[in-house]
Each structure stands twice: as structure tokens, then as C-alpha cells.
């Protein structure tokens, strides 16, 4: 994950106005776009931008992005992968553009 978010950021001069991260959660990585918040530029926010879910049961990996609606959705044009390399891919692809735009 660390690889992947290094690759995908803005150069270092433009991190302060936009820079991506990844968090862990139980059985969750989600990625995260990060910048400043438009009524105070001081403080940042945090826009959801895709997330995969592991399930044990069935040894898939879940993909999801973030909707306007501020829920997640499945992404429907690779719903499931079977390896984190392959949600990175999927994301990085993001054929439908839902993930960055």
C-alpha cells in the first residue's frame, strides 16, 4: 500500500493543497484524498476514495468507491479480486472514473 500511495501523489511542492493516504480498519484499506477545508485552508479534510474489504469465508477482496451520496458502492466493473495487487490495479485503471475523477 505504501508503494502504491507513494506513486500515486502529487509532487511534494503541492502536497499542502492535495495529497492521498490509506488506513487500515479490521479488514478494511481504505484511500484517502486530503485537503484543506475550503471555510479554514489551516485544517484538512479527508474525501473517501475507494476501499477494498477482505472476506475470509470466500478469500476475495471487496471493491468499493465512495459515492456522492457519501456511501460506498460496489464497483461494478470488478467488484471482487483476489489479491490486494489487483484492487491497486483496478484503482489505478479506474476505467469508470469514480475514483479520481
Known sequence: MAKFIERIRPPAHIRDQLDFIYRLEKQSVEIFEVRPLWRNPKEKTEQPVAKATF????????????????????????????????????????????FFG
Open 55 to 98: 472476506t475470509k469465508n470466500q478469500e476475495i477482496w471487496k471493491v468499493y468507491w465512495h459515492r456522492a451520496d457519501g456511501k460506498w458502492h460496489r464497483y461494478e466493473p470488478k467488484a471482487e479480486v483476489k489479491t490486494l495487487s489487483q484492487f491497486l490495479s483496478v484503482i489505478e485503471k479506474d476505467e469508470y472514473g469514480c
